[in-house]
């Protein structure tokens, strides 16, 4: 089945460690996001990234960081500067780098708690 | 920036037709608008997408006036199943090349049977 994959699906940890959050995509995708999301709330854009080796800041990036070496892959990094970790991580992808005209495919997410 | 304003949540009853309405006051030539439908706990799915007028799919409606300030989602003969949170979704290129997408505050829908 095709589709995009996020692991854990829930992921507890300490104040100060850093976590990483899986996302991978067998859609052949070029295209992959990465947003937050409170409760009651939307989602806000961490990062994108439209091609291989190459990603952008969306709204909130402080205190996340990302890579993107394979077209499948973009796992993202909640740093220790993260003043609110706590949140509902989602991954997209899409088939084009502008997201403003194509579908997004979202994953299931991981819900991240800072204890 | 183009921002959207939805209600914040709405009921219908079963078998009923449901509009959403989306302002988007500001939005730019070249901007798409787009509606996904989320679940508790799960990421958002598409539902449709336009630019004018109207588009229709198996499941929901888009109107958009021609000033295009403005989007319904139509959801014909709702059923319990379509309870979710709808957002409103307005594409937008900063002057920079970067993607600058704004989710809105989303319509939690409550089908009531």
Request: glycine share 8%; net charge neutral; with cysteine.
């Given at each position: 089945?095709?589709?995009?994959t ?17 996302c ?19 989602l ?20 996340y ?6 077209k ?18 989602l ?6 780098g ?8 979202f ?8 204890l | 920036?183009?921002k ?16 959403i309405?989306?302002s988007?006051?500001?939005i ?5 608008i ?8 799960q ?10 007028t109207?588009?229709t799919?198996?499941?929901?409606s888009?109107?958009?006036p ?38 809105g ?9």
């Amino acid at each position: 089945d095709g589709g995009i994959t996020q692991s854990p699906k829930y992921l507890f940890r300490k104040e100060g460690q850093n976590v990483t959050l899986s996302c991978e995509q067998n859609l052949n995708h070029d295209a992959m996001y990465w947003y937050r999301q409170d409760p009651g709330q939307g989602l806000r854009l961490i990062y994108y990234s439209q091609i291989v080796n190459d990603f952008q800041k969306g709204d909130i990036a402080e205190g996340y960081s990302v890579s993107r070496e394979k077209k499948e892959s973009f796992p993202l990094t909640v740093t220790s500067a993260q003043k609110n970790p706590t949140a509902f991580y989602l991954c997209a992808s899409s088939i084009r780098g502008r997201v403003a005209y194509n579908e997004q495919f979202f994953g299931p997410g991981t819900r991240l708690t800072v204890l | 920036l183009a921002k959207t304003t939805q209600p914040i949540s709405m009921d219908s009853y079963e078998g009923q037709e449901v509009n959403i309405t989306c302002s988007h006051n500001n939005i730019a030539t070249n901007d798409y608008i787009t509606w996904y439908q989320q679940f508790p706990s799960q990421g958002p799915r598409f539902i449709i997408q336009g630019y004018k007028t109207k588009v229709t799919n198996e499941v929901a409606s888009l109107f958009i006036p021609a000033d295009r300030k403005s989007s319904t989602l139509s959801l014909p003969r709702v059923s319990l199943s379509d309870t979710a949170v709808y957002y409103c979704l307005v594409g937008e290129i900063s002057n920079f090349g970067n993607e600058k997408l704004t989710f809105g505050t989303g319509t939690r829908l409550t089908i009531i049977p």
